[in-house]
Nanobody, 124 residues
Framework: QVHLVESGGGLVQAGGSLRISCLATGHTFSAYAMGWFRQAPGKDREFVAG????????DYADSVNGRFIISKKGIENSVFLQMNSLKPEDTAVYYCAADREPFIKRSDDDYAYWGQGTQVTVSS
């Protein structure tokens, strides 16, 4: 069993930056690929970024590529999402997810464990 807790969300102006974090407890963090997803009001949950269990490979949605950076720190059992050049359309609840397999997937159906989410609001 893996327990995920996100933190670091908040309100930021357009063009600003924010870093959100996800702390994983309960299992072998290093064996799992991790992903960030987001869900805006009235929209489906969508893939934002993913990182392999080794941390060597990352993947980004086109909408955030070049602006967001996903990273992990195994010793802290944490994964991070650095969000730069934020836009109002980035406003959403951001969720951390863990996959039992080591490689990245973009479908939320493939992730076994989820955090409770953290709200990110970007004002124009």
């Amino acid at each position: 069993q893996v327990h995920l807790v996100e933190s670091g969300g908040g309100l930021v102006q357009a063009g600003g930056s924010l870093r959100i974090s996800c702390l994983a407890t309960g299992h072998t963090f290093s064996a799992y690929a991790m992903g960030w997803f987001r869900q805006a009001p009235g929209k489906d949950r969508e893939f934002v970024a993913g990182i392999t269990s080794s941390g060597r490979t990352t993947d980004y949605a086109d909408s955030v590529n070049g602006r967001f950076i996903i990273s992990k720190k195994g010793i802290e059992n944490s994964v991070f999402l650095q969000m730069n050049s934020l836009k109002p359309e980035d406003t959403a609840v951001y969720y951390c997810a863990a996959d039992r397999e080591p490689f990245i997937k973009r479908s939320d159906d493939d992730y076994a464990y989820w955090g409770q989410g953290t709200q990110v609001t970007v004002s124009s």
